[in-house]
Nanobody, 114 residues
Framework: QVRLVESGGGLVQAGDSLRLSCVAS????????MGWYRQAPGKEREYVAL???????NYPDSVKGRFTISRDAAKSTIYLQMNSLKPEDTAVYYC????????WGQGTQVTVSS
């Protein structure tokens, strides 16, 4: 059974760092592209990082140079290292395939205070 479980969020100040984790049981070997998304209050969900099976990564301009995605296949886990956090990064963060094909997990809340 596929299950996505995100963790690692929290309340931080602008400029701080966080590392999010997503255990992607049952699917990490099944898809070519995995990624992280986020959804801020009143906004649509958007992708913030992707990683391919071969390890290539991609980011939108809004987080490029600050966020880094990685994965540990042995642990079925995908990570998102977030540095130099900004208040506009405040959102619930989710992982899923790209495009999203699996049921969403509960996400993990990231709140960045100014």
């Amino acid at each position: 059974q596929v299950r996505l479980v995100e963790s690692g969020g929290g309340l931080v100040q602008a400029g701080d760092s966080l590392r999010l984790s997503c255990v992607a049981s049952g699917i990490i070997f099944s898809y070519d592209v995995m990624g992280w998304y986020r959804q801020a209050p009143g906004k649509e969900r958007e992708y913030v990082a992707l990683i391919t099976r071969s390890g290539d990564t991609n980011y939108p301009d809004s987080v490029k140079g600050r966020f880094t995605i990685s994965r540990d296949a042995a642990k079925s886990t995908i990570y998102l290292q977030m540095n130099s956090l900004k208040p506009e990064d405040t959102a619930v963060y989710y992982c899923n395939t790209i495009p999203a094909k699996e049921a969403w997990g509960q996400g993990t809340q990231v709140t960045v205070s100014s």
